[in-house]
């Protein structure tokens, strides 16, 4: 059977990091991981093994996202944009740092635009550090789908990052 501090409970920060992709709003995200786990700990009896257990939260959590944002669109809500601070590097130009936090931020808002299996797979996979097998199981597709919308979505990313940077010039 499933032990929640041990089995559950450690999938937080990962649950939260997908929804926030997903959502792009703190407090909406944070909601989403406190209900999936509680979905989980309802659920524990058909749960057998640790990595159902995750497979369970991370399949649920994607959904309640997924409903999350339908709901907001019905509402024609917008969603808020995260800010990232950049890397910290103390040698850099005010003005090289300035570039730096500039293009994070662009290339979050492109994250955010890609279509939405695009960006969870893209999520589970560079972020979560999900193998192809685990994500294929994750949102029930093949590893070849898998693949070809990690490609389809990092192409798109780079080349409007591109038109972007290039902008100008």
Not at 12 to 29: D, M, P, Q, S, V
Not at 83 to 108: A, C, E, K
Request: charged content about 35%.
């Amino acid at each position: 059977m499933i032990d929640f501090r041990d089995d559950i409970l450690p999938l937080k920060n990962r649950l939260y990091r997908l929804a926030l992709r997903i959502t792009a709003h703190t407090g909406e995200a944070e909601d989403i991981v406190q209900e999936t786990m509680i979905k989980a700990w309802n659920h524990r009896e058909e749960l057998d093994t640790s990595s159902s257990a995750e497979a369970f939260c991370i399949t649920a959590c994607r959904h309640l996202a997924l409903d999350s944002i339908a709901r907001k669109e019905r509402q024609n809500e917008t969603l808020d944009t995260q800010n990232y601070d950049p890397v910290d590097n103390s040698d850099d130009s005010p003005f090289q740092m300035l570039s730096r936090q500039d293009g994070l931020q662009w290339i979050h808002r492109l994250f955010q635009l890609l279509p939405e299996k695009q960006r969870t797979v893209l999520q589970l996979r560079d972020i979560e550090g999900k193998s192809y097998k685990e994500i294929a199981a994750f949102l029930e597709i093949s590893e070849e789908q898998v693949k070809v919308n990690i490609f389809r979505a990092r192409q798109r990313i780079k080349s409007e990052f591109e038109k972007i940077d290039r902008y100008g010039l």
